[in-house]
């Protein structure tokens, strides 16, 4: 896990999935951080997640109609495959994406009910500690959905015909968080801004924006536990860097 320390607070570098029996290694850490703590400070609250709100056609538009045809006949293929049925029809390019990745990260017995945000905000919730998020689960699910139409199918081209691909990458990321080297982040942090440049630039670089002066406020005030994912930290412009230029000087624990 990565874990910084500044003063009286500490900034850990998350990863949203992990395998279930990662769980009690990983709460054992973090409840070691929260004991000095008085605040939580999360991306969002996603003990109450829910599919967003702006993830399916409106007005009679489908699926099938904005996406080349023989992607859409392989990607019924693929949903069949998985389970899912027809349950593609209704959704936009960019959360039919993310429905069909699902399947691929379960099966490398991931779950974000295992995720470094979710185990903190059960281990805070139980010890009384106030958990503060930095923005709505809806912020996030924006960036997806405002992105444009060529990015969200190069996505979804990228999840249907190289699900071998989409998993290795995956089972990567999990692998560098466990061994806290950040080459590996680097690298497809770069790649996604390379193929989706505009989705990450609003998931990665606006929302890092935005959570800063928040981020600055609680450094400030110390004895803050802030849990943020590992991408949002690393690279030139990543929290870390900006933070430090704010006059927070971190050390990896």
């Known amino acids: 896990m990565w874990i910084f320390r ?39 609250d996603l003990r109450d ?6 993830c399916v056609f409106e007005d009679g538009v489908c699926l099938e109609s904005v996406v080349p045809p023989d992607l ?21 390019p960019w959360w039919a994406a993310l429905t069909l990745t699902a399947p691929i990260v379960a099966s490398l017995n991931l779950s974000g009910k295992f995720g470094v945000d979710s185990i903190a905000m059960r281990c805070a919730a139980e010890a009384g500690i106030e958990i503060r998020p930095l923005e709505s689960t809806e912020r996030g699910f924006r ?62 670089g606006a929302r890092n924006a935005e ?7 609680e450094l400030r005030a110390g004895n803050a536990l802030i849990v943020v994912g590992g991408l949002h930290l690393v690279s030139p412009m990543g929290l870390l860097a900006q933070l430090k230029t704010l006059g927070h000087n971190f050390q990896r624990v």
């Not at 997640?49 to 702006?54: A, M, R, T, V, Y």
């Not at 249907?160 to 680097?186: C, H, M, N, W, Y």
Request: charged letters at 20%.
């Open 49 to 54: 997640l829910k599919p967003p709100s702006n």
């Open 6 to 44: 500044s003063e009286s607070s500490y900034l850990v570098g998350s990863i949203h999935v992990l395998p279930g029996n990662w769980a009690g290694a990983v709460a054992g850490v973090l409840k070691k951080q929260l004991s000095g703590v008085s605040r939580l400070i999360v991306e969002a």
């Open 143 to 204: 960036c997806w959905d405002d992105s444009p139409l060529s990015e969200q199918l190069w996505h979804l081209e990228s999840v249907v015909r190289r699900p071998q691909e989409a998993r290795s990458k995956i089972k990567r990321l999990v692998t560098s968080f466990s061994t806290g080297t950040p080459d590996v982040l680097i690298e497809a942090l770069q790649n996604c801004f390379r193929d989706q440049p505009l989705t990450f630039g609003c998931l990665i």
């Open 72 to 92: 859409w006949e392989e990607a019924l293929v693929l949903a069949s495959n998985q389970g899912l049925g027809d349950q593609l029809s209704s959704l936009k």
């Open 211 to 217: 959570w800063l002066p928040a981020l600055d406020s």
